[in-house]
T-cell receptor, first 113, second 111 residues
Framework: NAGVTQTPKFQVLKTGQSMTLQCAQDMNHEYMSWYRQDPGMGLRLIHYSVGAGITDQGEVPNGYNVSRSTTEDFPLRLLSAAPSQTSVYFC????????????FGQGTRLTVV | KQEVTQIPAALSVPEGENLVLNCSFTDSAIYNLQWFRQDPGKGLTSLLLIQSSQREQTSGRLNASLDKSSGRSTLYIAASQPGDSATYLCAVLYGNNRLAFGKGNQVVVIP
C-alpha cells in the first residue's frame, strides 16, 4: 500500500501566486485532514473532511481552500500565497474517529518569497 | 479547546538509560491518543495508539500509558539507543475527528 501520498515534496512560490498541494490515500479512509507545522507552534489543523463532499475548517483556515470530490483525494489550495504560509504541510487520513490510528503523508515543504 | 502539553521540551540522556516522556491534555473526552516519532526534515511515524478505554500499549522497547481521567500519558523507552534520537509527538483525537498535538519532546541519546 502506498498509504498517504503528498505532492510535491518541495515548492517555492512568489507572493501572490496560487497553487494546489495534492494529497491522495489508497486505504479507503473516510476522514482526511491538512496540518501545518511551524517551529515553536507544533502541528495545527487547517481543514478537514469527514467524507466526500463534506469539509470543515480547523484552527488556521484563512488563506486556504479545500474540496473533497472523491474519497481518495483531498487537495489544499493556496489562493494567493503569503510569506506567512511558509511552512511544512502534512496530509493525514484515518478510517473512523473512534478506533483507528491516523496516517500521515511525508509532507510538503513550502517556501513563499 | 483541547490543549496538549509535552514536558520536557528537550532532553539528553546517555545511551542505555530509560527515557520517560510526558504528555498532558486538558479535555478528557478523547477517542484515542497516539504517539509519533519525527526525524529532522521527515514526516510522522506512528509509534503507539492507545484507545480511550485502554490503560497502556506496548511495542518492543516502547510502552505508553494513558490516564484519561487525569489527562495524562507517558511514553517509556527502555534502554535508549542513539537511533532513538528524534522528536516525539503526542496527539489526542477528539471532537469531530480533530487531532490536537503537543509541541514535542526533542530527544538526544548520547553514545
Amino acid at each position: 500500500n502506498a498509504g498517504v501520498t503528498q505532492t510535491p515534496k518541495f515548492q517555492v512560490l512568489k507572493t501572490g501566486q496560487s497553487m494546489t498541494l495534492q494529497c491522495a490515500q489508497d486505504m479507503n479512509h473516510e476522514y482526511m485532514s491538512w496540518y501545518r507545522q511551524d517551529p515553536g507552534m507544533g502541528l495545527r489543523l487547517i481543514h478537514y473532511s469527514v467524507g466526500a463532499g463534506i469539509t470543515d475548517q480547523g484552527e488556521v483556515p484563512n488563506g486556504y481552500n479545500v474540496s473533497r470530490s472523491t474519497t481518495e483525494d483531498f487537495p489544499l489550495r493556496l489562493l494567493s500565497a503569503a510569506p506567512s504560509q511558509t511552512s511544512v504541510y502534512f496530509c493525514a487520513s484515518n478510517r473512523a474517529r473512534t478506533s483507528t490510528e491516523v496516517f500521515f503523508g511525508q509532507g510538503t515543504r513550502l517556501t513563499v518569497v | 479547546k483541547q490543549e496538549v502539553t509535552q514536558i520536557p521540551a528537550a532532553l539528553s540522556v546517555p545511551e542505555g538509560e530509560n527515557l520517560v516522556l510526558n504528555c498532558s491534555f486538558t479535555d478528557s473526552a478523547i477517542y484515542n491518543l497516539q504517539w509519533f516519532r519525527q526525524d529532522p526534515g521527515k514526516g510522522l511515524t506512528s509509534l503507539l495508539l492507545i484507545q480511550s478505554s485502554q490503560r497502556e500499549q506496548t511495542s518492543g522497547r516502547l510502552n505508553a500509558s494513558l490516564d484519561k481521567s487525569s489527562g495524562r500519558s507517558t511514553l517509556y523507552i527502555a534502554a535508549s539507543q542513539p537511533g532513538d534520537s528524534a522528536t516525539y509527538l503526542c496527539a489526542v483525537l477528539y471532537g469531530n475527528n480533530r487531532l490536537a498535538f503537543g509541541k514535542g519532546n526533542q530527544v538526544v541519546v548520547i553514545p
